[in-house]
């Protein structure tokens, strides 16, 4: 039996179960043998309906070890096709295929190949935010969690490209005294926003710190007192002695510090414009109720060329087996 959900903004959904949703989803999950991954920028309900929610890294670490038949990626494609190419023979399910990356796709593999070839004698380490056609073209990968210790990791004499984001690739030369060759790409959403604000509700707020994620730009991340991938600044917040904090990343993870920190505060930086645009539009798209339709019906689906697929892993693999 198949009802819809309608709001006044928005248009009804078919497919939806008559009952509770969240039962619903956990129902299918038994029925699929399936898992849900989620990032910490989904919405709330979707992050309450994960199995796992993590970073990058741990998102990754997971796909590798999972036991599931059916993997349910609540995040980003770049992510989804991540855990496809660590998974060849596992179906792996995006709830929105449109779910895209700003930061993905600032690096168009044809730019990104000629890129290459005018640094014949580089290294190429790319950071996990890029498609599957540029993991095919890097040596190693990184996440925003371990791309510090990965090129601490390489001969000090190592010429390396970074890319495609160039603030996490300008915090990596200054934590490790390395010279990268950047590619210009950034995040829409870690780029918006403002030293300005950020500076006025320091003032407004002298207690709090300010924990940054490395996608920022610089003139942001130099008022951090703490820099660090999604995981970490939730570590943080949970460890330190301090009861507010000023976070500058997407705003959905504030539903996991107030869930671990509970009695904490917690404020989202504001952006330079007076918008919603600290929100991650494309990780936004997913919804507890595309959740549930892309488990019952099984799609969308991600797909990958099957030659693409190992040479991606390659590089994903190297980040794994030099991850601490
Ligand atoms: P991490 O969660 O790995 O820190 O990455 C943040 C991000 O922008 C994901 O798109
Ligand atoms: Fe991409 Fe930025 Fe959104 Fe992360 S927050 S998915 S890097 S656009």
Redesign the pocket.
Known sequence: MFTTLSTPSAPPIYGLPTGDLFEAIETLKTELNAVILA???QDPDIQDVADYIG???GLSRQAAATRADVIVFAG?HFMAETAKILNPDKQVLLPDLNAG?SLADSCPPEAFAAFKAAHPDHLVMSYI?CTAAIKAMSDIIC???NAVSLVQQLPADQKIIFAPDQNLGRYVMQQTGRDLVLWQGS?IV?ETFSEKKLVQLQIAHPEAEIIA?P?CEAVVLRHADFIG???ALLSYAQQSSKPEFIVV??PGIIHQMQKQAPGKMFIPAPPTAACACNE?PHMRLNTLEKLYLAMKTRQPEITLDPSLQRQALKPIQRMLEMTA
């Open positions: 990032h910490y920028y970073d990058s890294l980003v990356c935010n996440t925003s969690a995040c870690h994620h996608e991938s999604t995981t990343t997407e991650c």
